[in-house]
């Protein structure tokens, strides 16, 4: 399966916002968008005066696809989707990749960042409904429990993320820290998504 394996921290740079790729390193001093806040390569401290409609509508779809950590096709995959499906096609883009398992995880605090869950989902840590799931893009379903594994409950990396965990409270998601468990309430709403996003500007590209 294609991936991504270049430096995360490039693609923080290239949107000029911090993407949270690489977890509470984000939030530190050693964060290269502090260090360094402007895109790479050697071109990328030129000042362009104007972006066009069409550049600003292509860098909100990369910044979301990055957000999630999702590849080109994927992405549209997704898009035509939520095209398909009734009510605000931007929102319910966002609520497809809020669903996906690798994302829930995340937003549970069992993992630092979308790209650590999505290992621990592959190397089969979860059960949902007390079935073993390694599909990142596993498409969770409302009331479905998303439990850490017996086998896998003492590693570190649960702990530590949960411990440094950025402390968002979604209404969405029920989290039991003790049993390191977590379920899906309800689909989210827009304003209940803490991606900051502006999504219409991806419909509009997309409806070109």
């Known amino acids: 399966m294609a ?3 270049d430096a995360n921290c490039k693609l923080c740079r290239r949107e000029g916002d911090k993407l949270f790729l690489k977890g509470t ?5 050693k964060c290269a968008l502090e260090r360094r806040g402007y895109a790479p390569g050697q071109h990328g401290q030129n000042i ?16 979301v696809r990055r957000v999630y950590g999702i590849l080109e096709r994927q992405f549209r995959n997704y898009f035509e989707k939520a ?6 096609t931007g929102e ?5 990749l809020e ?3 690798d994302n829930i995880v995340y937003r549970l605090g069992f993992a630092p960042s979308r790209k650590s869950a999505r290992q621990l989902v592959r190397h089969r840590h979860f059960l949902i409904n007390g079935r073993i799931v390694d599909i990142p893009s596993y498409n969770v379903k409302v009331h ?3 439990r850490v594994k017996d086998g896998s409950k003492s590693l570190d990396i649960f702990h530590i993320a949960l411990k440094e965990s950025r402390g968002e409270e979604l209404s969405w998601l029920r989290l039991n820290k003790a049993a390191l468990e977590g379920e899906l309430l309800e689909i989210p709403k ?4 803490p991606t900051p996003a502006q999504e219409q500007l991806i419909v509009e590209l997309y409806s070109k």
């Open 3 to 5: 991936r991504y394996t």
């Open 25 to 29: 390193r984000c939030l530190s001093e």
């Open 48 to 63: 362009r005066r104007k972006v066009s409609e069409y550049g600003v509508q292509l860098r909100e779809k990369q910044k």
């Open 83 to 88: 095209e398909r499906k009734k009510g605000i």
């Open 92 to 96: 319910s883009l966002l609520q497809l």
């Open 99 to 101: 669903c996906r398992l």
């Open 144 to 146: 479905d429990v998303i």
């Open 190 to 193: 827009r304003e209940n998504i």
